[in-house]
């Protein structure tokens, strides 16, 4: 299998160095896949603002490091959004004929719509990976009827779909790509980072939200409108609610914390990877309220740190990682009393905790990089 791996030549284009990406692209290039990866943006590799975390931040990993890469030029502002950066390299990048195939990540941006369309005539051939699924956004009847249309058209051009998880892969199969034409390519997280041996519940059972704190999507709102309605019944006693994140509704959280004496619940605000990996570890389970999820990657971080899970039904990972009842619980997308009742089952089962926490880690190591390096294999070999 490695002298085929050696005669695969792909060129990665991203929008910029990114933390969930890095460790698999290293891991490629461990195995032998000659990968060069290309950025249009160099913005995460120094200090940033996140206009999700609302803040500045410099990740603490690095992004570079342990594979071949090179930022393309652009003129304008150097940010990164459907738009921008206006990236001027494109000719170049076709023209080239050392690396036939290209994967691009995410397929409605212009720059990756210019090298799909394009591609041809230069014979590049084409894998593409998005994390589009039927909840991923709220999508009008209109809006639906042109996705038809869109991948009718770009079906053509597109070699390879690189499915990200089963609602991902049933999305295209709804839009009438063929399954031949579908490889699983996960997303994943890098397991060992976040791993720790699992541990009884010996004091105060711990739950964490993770994540942008944000109304619309992320839902921290349910989260305090189920710890409010728990909280008023007083079923509440030994239980820490911790929420790690930043965003726009920050000083939100922090004044309705206060103002309702939540001594159960503490609010940290940005966490780097090297921290947040400390809070997956010293949580029990971890909740994902979110109202629209395309997929959830602090859901693989937390399985992988052993926690049960307790998230919404329009998360697109729970198709792939949250079993019910084994490790996990899901509630209805929205609805706070929804919430409340399923976080009140984990406070009521905490015997059960630790199997379902055993679990997750037992699910979580088959979605590993190997996985994503097999799929990628089974492509490239097709084509």
């Not at 009438?176 to 009884?200: D, E, G, R």
């Not at 859901?299 to 998360?315: H, P, Q, R």
């Not at 679990?359 to 979580?364: D, F, G, T």
Request: hydrophobic letters at 35%; a positive charge.
């Amino acid at each position: 299998m490695s002298s085929n791996t050696k005669q695969i030549k792909i060129r990665y284009i991203l929008s910029h160095p990114i933390q969930y990406q890095t460790p698999l692209i290293q891991y490629l290039v461990g195995k032998k896949i000659d990968l060069f990866v290309n950025y249009r943006s160099n913005i995460s590799i120094k200090k940033f603002y996140d206009p999700g975390f609302k803040k500045k931040i410099k990740w603490d990993v690095n992004l570079m490091k342990g594979y071949q890469s090179k930022f393309l030029t652009y003129i304008g502002p150097n940010k990164t959004s459907s738009l921008y950066p206006l990236t001027t390299e494109i000719f170049s990048i076709l023209r080239d004929k050392q690396y036939k195939i290209i994967w691009l990540h995410g397929i409605k941006t212009w720059y990756n719509l210019l090298i799909i369309i394009l591609s041809p005539f230069y014979n590049k051939k084409i894998l593409v990976r998005d994390e589009t699924w039927k909840f991923s956004k709220q999508r009008s009847l209109l809006n639906k009827i042109y996705n038809k249309f869109f991948y009718f058209i770009i079906d053509k051009f597109v070699d390879f779909f690189l499915s990200i998880g089963t609602a991902n892969k049933l999305y295209y199969i709804e839009n009438n790509i063929s399954k031949k034409k579908i490889a699983s390519v996960p997303y994943v997280t890098n397991n060992k980072f976040f791993s720790k041996n699992i541990k009884k519940i010996k004091t105060k059972l711990v739950f964490l939200y993770a994540g942008k704190i944000n109304k619309e999507r992320k839902g921290i709102d349910l989260l305090l409108q189920a710890i409010h309605y728990l909280h008023n019944k007083n079923l509440l006693n030994n239980i820490e609610f911790n929420i790690v994140g930043d965003g726009e509704m920050k000083s939100y959280l922090d004044n309705y914390i206060k103002e309702n004496n939540f001594s159960h619940t503490r609010s940290f605000g940005f966490q780097n990877q090297t921290q947040l990996s400390k809070h997956y570890q010293n949580s029990h389970v971890y909740i994902m309220p979110s109202r629209i999820e395309p997929w959830g990657l602090g859901v693989n971080e937390a399985m992988a740190a052993g926690n049960a899970i307790l998230c919404s039904d329009k998360v697109g990972s729970k198709f792939d990682l949250v079993k019910n009842n084994k490790n996990g619980r899901c509630f209805k997308s929205g609805c706070h009393r929804s919430l409340a009742k399923e976080i009140l089952f984990f406070i009521k089962n905490k015997k059960k905790i630790y199997t379902f926490q055993t679990n997750s880690k037992k699910i979580i190591s088959s979605f590993n990089f190997h996985k994503c390096y097999l799929g990628l294999l089974s492509a490239c070999k097709q084509l």
